[in-house]
C-alpha cells in the first residue's frame, strides 16, 4: 500500500459562518446534480457506445470533461492553462495535490486515470471511478507483468492514461520524488518505441488571506470535511495547469532517468510558479 504525506504543521482550521453554510448548500447541490446527472447521462450513453465500439470511448469522455469543467465554475474556482496539449500516442504524468486535481486535469483535456486499488472499493468516489473507466493497479512491482499487458491494451484503443508518480497526495507547496515503478510498463518491446509521456504541473493559488495549502488535501484529512471547507468559500483561488513539451520513452535508458526527468520537469515550473 502507498504511504500516505504528511505534514508535520496541521492545517489552518477554516470557521464556516452562516453565508458559508449557505453557500455549501446551494454549492453542493448545483455540484451533485452536474456529477450525478453527468454520472447517470454517461451511463445510458454507455450502453450504446459499448456494443458499437467495446472499450473505446468515442462519446463518453466528453461528457466527463463537461462535467469537470461545470463543477469548477460551480465552486467558483479559476482554471489557467499554459502550454500544448499532446497530440501523439502517450501518457501524463502529474504532481498530485488534492482530490480536485481530478477536476483541473479533467476539464482540460480527455484521460483516463491510473489509480491504487484501494481507490475501487472506497465508497462513492470508487463506483465514480469506474464509470469514468479509471484503470486500477497494485503499485508493486512483482506486478509488472500484468500491469504492461493492461496498459498496452487501454493504450492500443486510443486510451490516454494519467498518473500520480509521487504515489500521494501533498499540501500543493511541494513536489515529491517521483516513483520509477509505474514507468516499468512502458519499456515493454510493444511500447517503448512509440510512447510518449507529457509532465503536467498543477499549482494551485489558495485564496486571499487564506493558507497557502488551502486547496492541498493530505495525511488524514476527510473528504467531507475538505469539501465543505472548499465549498464554503466566499472568494476562491486558482488552479494552474502548466503542460510541458512530451518526451519519447525510448529516449531514454531506463526508467528511473525518465522518472527522474519528468519530476524535473515538474518540479521546475513548481518551484518557479507556486506562491
Known amino acids: 500500500m502507498t504511504p500516505t504525506w504528511h ?5 489552518a482550521e477554516v470557521p464556516i459562518s452562516l453565508f458559508g453554510w449557505a453557500r455549501v448548500l446551494i454549492r453542493g447541490v448545483a455540484l451533485a446534480l452536474v456529477v450525478f446527472g453527468g454520472l447517470l447521462l454517461m451511463l445510458l450513453v454507455r450502453l450504446i457506445e459499448r456494443p458499437l465500439f467495446g472499450t473505446n470511448r468515442p462519446v463518453t469522455p466528453y461528457i466527463t470533461q463537461g462535467v469537470c469543467r461545470s463543477a469548477l465554475v460551480i465552486m467558483g474556482i479559476t482554471l489557467l492553462v ?13 504532481n498530485h495535490s488534492s482530490w480536485l486535481d481530478i477536476f ?7 484521460v483516463y486515470f491510473v489509480s491504487k486499488s484501494e481507490v475501487a472499493e472506497w465508497p462513492g ?9 479509471t484503470l486500477f493497479i497494485r503499485r508493486d512491482p512483482r506486478d509488472t507483468k500484468n500491469q504492461v499487458a493492461v496498459f498496452e491494451d487501454r493504450l492500443n484503443h486510443g486510451h490516454r492514461l494519467l498518473f500520480f508518480p509521487e504515489g500521494t497526495s501533498t499540501d500543493s507547496l511541494r ?5 520509477p515503478t509505474l514507468f516499468a510498463a512502458f519499456f515493454s518491446k510493444t511500447l517503448i518505441h512509440s510512447m510518449h509521456i507529457q509532465p503536467v504541473t498543477v499549482i ?10 488551502f486547496y492541498g488535501w493530505w495525511g488524514d484529512m476527510g473528504f467531507g470535511s475538505h469539501l465543505i471547507k472548499v465549498l464554503a468559500q466566499r472568494g ?36 518557479r510558479l507556486v506562491v
Not at 502548466?242 to 527522474?260: E, Q, W
Open 204 to 213: 494551485y493559488h489558495a485564496p486571499e488571506n487564506r493558507d497557502s495549502r
Open 175 to 179: 513536489v515529491l520524488p517521483f516513483k
Open 125 to 133: 468516489i470508487g463506483w465514480l471511478a469506474r464509470a469514468t473507466g
Open 7 to 11: 505534514s508535520e504543521t496541521p492545517a
Open 82 to 94: 499554459r502550454g500544448p496539449r499532446m497530440k501523439v500516442r502517450g501518457a501524463v504524468v502529474a
Open 104 to 110: 483541473a486535469l479533467n476539464a482540460r483535456k480527455n
Open 236 to 271: 476562491q483561488g486558482k488552479v494552474e495547469l502548466v503542460y510541458h513539451a512530451p518526451v519519447r520513452v525510448d529516449g531514454f535508458a531506463n526508467r528511473k532517468s525518465l522518472a527522474s526527468h519528468l519530476e524535473t520537469q515538474v518540479r521546475s515550473a513548481h518551484t
